[in-house]
């Protein structure tokens, strides 16, 4: 069994993305007993390190550094390989995240080592660590695992359950002066567009709009019905190319890979290349005029109709549900 | 300028997964250029018509891939490389891909390489941050605009919805993203010229590589397809019914809110 995990948790606008969370559960699972280790970086990250160790970590260190509040990949690769020089962990467990992606290739690279991408389960028998992770965009599935050491793999959002959280934990926290230079990347500007906060690959509930929704203004509904399932909107590429949204929101084969608990197709036919962004969510809703759309064959419930009549009657029932909560 | 593509061959995502004995069958499947890297040919060529120079399209993999890449010269690229894989027995991973990609680089003058940022069938995004780190240049990643001025780069990149404008230096690599540009389709002349344009292909001792080097870093144990999903309820009735048994399905049955 690995002796120490190394876990790179992730703070996106002043809060501690869910995914910190998955992937401390998945360190406790690869090391059992042995240590895990929260790694934050981040510009002024310390209030978070107590709900990183009530969620599981052993420990965490926080690289502290202004050219760490935002992500470059020099900044971050600088960063992360000192603290894994310092630690020496024979396992890396980091969230498939827009920083995740960008950096897990690159130390690994560094570190001659193996590296799975974009896990969705994992099994640990003793020493053997095997990773479950979608290919042919979830069409079908494979399982790897890294024979070498460190263990190192990156983790999708929303797939490995987190530890429930245990406020009488307790745990060190140390700070690491980390000596970042030679920045190749100038960031000048970064445009929010991402809607209400909630994250699309972190979103729990999805309403998605396909072109059934027919105008910008036909999304107007489903931002409603998201606002009050606490979710995300999303959309398909015929609603993206019709520039009925931003290409931000497009899941599917080009475009975002989302596993929601919810996800409510909206006025989307369900072409193959849809499916392939959406299709492991753990429920899926479909809402649709035409009886015979794709869409149907997926969906767990399939709703039949009008979607400006169906969305509104959804938010309005969904409303009085949470009032008697 | 001294452009380079970074491209794969990959199975149609039209085409239906089988899945034999933990093998992918790729009988009689479609394969094609990997969309995102066809973002990577289509941006490569507008920065030769905008800067002048030259537009090389490199892969790694068997002599099958010779048809992909000439597709891509007929785009418009000028010069091909098949890096072949024939020589190597065992499994490949991003590790193998990158240190092959690696060893071509290591005597070539660039000025940026572009790549996809995922393959299709993969889905794992590796071979152009490795290769990146391999060369040691710096790397933007999904990128949606890429504009370039003397030695300088102004990119925006699609970072999970949000977009970050950034300004780096040469030599660079980028990996393309949805929205950078719309890949032209090959015109009859650029196929007819495609022809006759220069497809090298590399073996292992061209790039004095030893097959013992290339060992795959990662071990694929099984492949499987996910279960069938079985068919879902059709609810009926007035939207407004359905709407009811929806939500109270949602409750109790699917127990998802």
Redesign the interface.
């Known amino acids: 069994m690995a002796e120490k995990a190394l876990v790179l948790a992730e703070v996106s606008e002043g809060e501690l993305r869910n995914v910190s969370f998955e992937v401390i559960a998945a360190g406790r699972k690869v090391v059992g007993d042995n240590e895990v280790v929260a790694l934050l970086c981040g510009d002024d990250v310390s209030a978070f390190s107590e709900t990183l160790i009530h969620h599981g970590a052993d420990r965490v260190i926080l690289a502290e550094h202004e050219d760490l509040q935002n992500?470059?990949?020099?900044a971050y690769k600088q960063a992360i390989e000192q603290v894994i020089e310092a630690e020496s962990p024979d396992a890396l467990l980091f969230p498939h995240?827009?920083p995740g992606?960008?950096?897990?290739?690159?130390i690994?690279?560094?570190l001659?080592?193996?590296?799975?991408?974009?896990v969705v389960e994992l099994e640990v028998d003793g020493d053997e660590v095997?990773f479950t992770?979608?290919?042919?965009?979830?069409?079908?599935?494979?399982?790897?695992?890294?024979?070498?050491s460190p263990i190192f793999a990156t983790f999708r959002p929303n797939n490995i359950p987190p530890l429930e959280a245990d406020s009488s934990r307790t745990g060190e926290t140390s700070e690491v002066a980390v000596e970042i230079k030679d920045l190749?990347?100038?960031?000048?500007?970064?445009?929010?567009?991402?809607s209400g906060g909630v994250?699309?690959?972190e979103a729990s509930?999805i309403v998605a709009g396909g072109r059934g929704v027919k105008s910008a203004e036909g999304f107007e509904p489903l931002y409603e019905l998201a606002d009050v399932?606490g979710g995300a909107v999303g959309a398909s590429r015929g609603a993206s190319d019709a520039e009925y949204c931003?290409?931000?929101?497009?899941i599917g084969?080009?475009?975002?890979v989302v596993t929601p608990?919810?996800y409510i197709a909206v006025g989307i036919s369900g072409a193959?290349?849809h499916l392939?962004g959406m299709s492991?969510s753990?429920?899926?809703?479909a809402i649709n005029k035409d009886a015979e759309a794709p869409i149907?064959?997926?969906?767990?419930?399939?709703?039949?109709?009008?979607l400006f009549?169906?969305v509104p009657?959804?938010t309005e029932?969904?409303k009085k549900?949470k009032a008697e909560a | 300028m001294n452009i380079y593509v970074v491209m794969k061959r990959t199975?149609d995502?039209?085409e239906?997964?089988e899945?034999n004995d933990g093998v992918?069958d790729e009988e009689g499947a479609e394969f094609v250029i990997n969309?995102?890297d066809e973002y990577a040919i289509e941006e490569a060529i507008v920065l030769k018509e905008t800067h002048g120079g030259e537009v090389t399209v490199v892969t790694v993999g068997d002599e099958e891939a010779e048809k992909e890449l000439r597709t891509a010269l007929a785009m418009g690229a000028d010069k091909a490389v098949l890096l072949d894989t024939e020589d190597l027995d065992g499994e490949m991973?991003?590790?193998t891909i990158?240190e092959m990609l690696g060893a071509y680089f290591q005597d070539k003058a660039y000025d940026i390489i572009l790549g996809g940022n995922v393959a299709?069938?993969?889905?794992?995004?590796?071979?152009?941050?490795?290769l990146?780190?391999?060369l040691g240049i710096?790397?933007?990643?999904?990128i949606?605009k890429l504009d370039i001025e003397g030695t300088t780069a102004?990119i925006e990149r699609?970072?999970?919805?949000?977009?970050?404008?950034?300004?780096?230096?040469l030599p660079l690599l980028v990996t393309c993203q949805?929205?950078l540009n719309e890949p032209r389709y090959p015109s009859l002349p650029g196929i007819m010229k495609a022809k006759k344009k220069p497809l090298d292909t590399l073996d292992l001792d061209d790039l004095d590589l030893d097959e013992d080097d290339l060992e795959?870093?990662?071990?694929?144990?099984?492949?499987?397809?996910?279960p069938e999903?079985e068919?879902?309820?059709?609810?009926?009735g007035e939207?407004?019914e359905?709407?009811?048994e929806?939500?109270n399905?949602?409750?109790n049955e699917?127990k998802?809110?």
């Open positions: 992500y470059t990949t020099d995240t827009s992606k960008d950096v897990a290739p690159r690994a690279t560094k001659d080592s193996g590296l799975v991408s974009d095997v992770r979608p290919i042919y965009s979830g069409k079908a599935f494979e399982k790897k695992n890294v024979p070498g190749r990347t100038v960031i000048k500007d970064v445009i929010k567009k991402t994250d699309l690959s509930v399932l931003e290409y931000s929101l497009q084969q080009t475009g975002k608990d919810l193959i290349q392939a492991n753990k429920c899926i809703v149907f064959d997926i969906a767990d419930y399939s709703l039949t109709g009008d009549e169906i009657l959804l029932e969904f549900v | 199975f995502t039209e239906k997964v899945i992918i969309p995102y991973d991003h590790y990158s299709v069938d993969d889905g794992a995004g590796q071979t152009a941050p490795r990146a780190e391999k710096n790397q933007l990643t999904t949606t102004t699609d970072i999970e919805g949000d977009q970050e404008i950034v300004e780096a230096e949805q929205g795959a870093k990662t071990k694929t144990v099984d492949r499987f397809l996910p999903k068919a879902g309820k059709k609810l009926e939207p407004a359905q709407v009811e929806l939500v399905l949602l409750r699917a998802v809110i």
